[in-house]
């Protein structure tokens, strides 16, 4: 595997459901983050982490829970969602968030459907 | 709170043409991004600037950034089919790349 993998592709999932979105980064990034592409609003930030660290929360909703356990992996935990909430969710990483510039690269996202 | 307007948000054109599209952003910042994204298909990075007054090109495509004018545009010259795809500048808060605030995207469609 290369560049940022997202699985699942897809997934959908009832109002009352528990579920997770994985991202793996293989680029030996040390930052991660996750987006929002609503089909109606412009790409949004969600979340930020730094070494393992969250370092942005732009007022996300709490039944959207982040996981970084390593700095190649990053989970969002999803529950109790409500259809607004379907779009599709695009992890990105970057070298290292204290550099002074710094490339986002984008993984493949996961179109999530909530019902 | 900072606004990143795209436009046009849709453009069909005829292979051969050229057109620009627009990006502008309502706060100061020297750094924006571009990229192409396909349907189904992730983020691909086209072009970092990083400056005022830095331009880029690449193939068929270039872009420009004006700090001063909060403006960037990318230029499409004698375009192809295979540039069909959405385009999303986005601008850097932080000046760092972890700060983006994305435009709304235009849908380029080109013609035959």
């Known amino acids: 595997e290369t560049g940022v993998t997202q699985t699942p592709r897809h997934l959908v999932m009832g109002m009352t459901n528990k579920k997770s979105l994985k991202c793996e980064q293989h680029?030996?990034?040390?930052?991660m983050y996750w987006y929002k592409q609503s089909a109606k609003k412009p790409l949004e930030l969600m979340f930020v982490?730094?070494?393992?660290?969250?370092?942005e929360n732009n007022s996300v909703p709490s039944r959207f829970s982040p996981e970084c356990p390593n700095s190649s992996h990053l989970f969002l935990h999803l529950h109790t969602l409500q259809p607004e909430d379907s779009a599709l969710y695009l992890c990105a990483s970057s070298q290292d968030y204290a550099l002074s510039y710094n490339e986002q690269f984008f993984g493949p996202g996961t179109r999530l459907t909530v019902l | 709170e900072l606004k990143v307007e795209q436009n046009p948000l849709f453009l069909s054109m005829q292979e051969g043409k050229n057109y620009t599209i627009y990006c502008n952003y309502s706060t100061t910042s020297d750094r924006l991004y571009w990229y192409r994204q396909d349907p189904g298909k992730s983020l691909e990075s086209l072009f970092v600037?990083?400056?005022?007054?830095a331009v880029k090109q690449e193939g068929r495509l270039m872009a420009s950034l004006d700090t001063k004018a909060r403006l960037s545009t990318l230029h499409i010259t004698a375009a192809v089919h295979d540039l069909s795809a959405t385009y999303f500048c986005a601008v850097d808060i932080d000046n760092a790349g972890n700060m983006l605030t994305f435009g709304g995207g235009t849908r380029l469609m080109v013609k035959p």
């Open positions: 982490y730094s070494l393992e660290e969250r370092v």
């Open positions: 600037l990083l400056s005022n007054g």
């Open positions: 680029l030996g990034h040390n930052a």
